[in-house]
């Protein structure tokens, strides 16, 4: 099972992630890990990034995914 501490490492490691990749590199469900990103965050450890144009570089009104779009990419609070 995934640990806020691992979570917490992959983000210093990546400098920003999403839970996806987070999930993925842990072998963890999507779900836990995004619980995990939100009880990091509420405790000030990770900030959610603000991004205006999402990872494929488009615009979000651009994107063919923007109705299923939901990045909500994370960093270490600095």
């Not at 836990?32 to 494929?56: F, P, R």
Request: glycine fraction near 4%; charged fraction near 20%; proline fraction near 4%.
């Amino acid at each position: 099972m995934a640990t806020l501490m691992q979570v917490r490492d992959l983000l210093a490691i990546y400098g920003q992630a999403d839970a996806r990749l987070i999930s993925q590199q842990l072998s963890a469900p999507e779900p836990l890990v995004q619980a995990m990103l939100e009880k990091l965050t509420a405790m000030g450890k990770v900030e959610k990034v603000d991004i205006t144009v999402c990872l494929t570089g488009t615009s979000c009104r651009a994107c063919p995914e923007n109705q299923a779009c939901n990045h909500n990419i994370y960093r270490l609070h600095q």
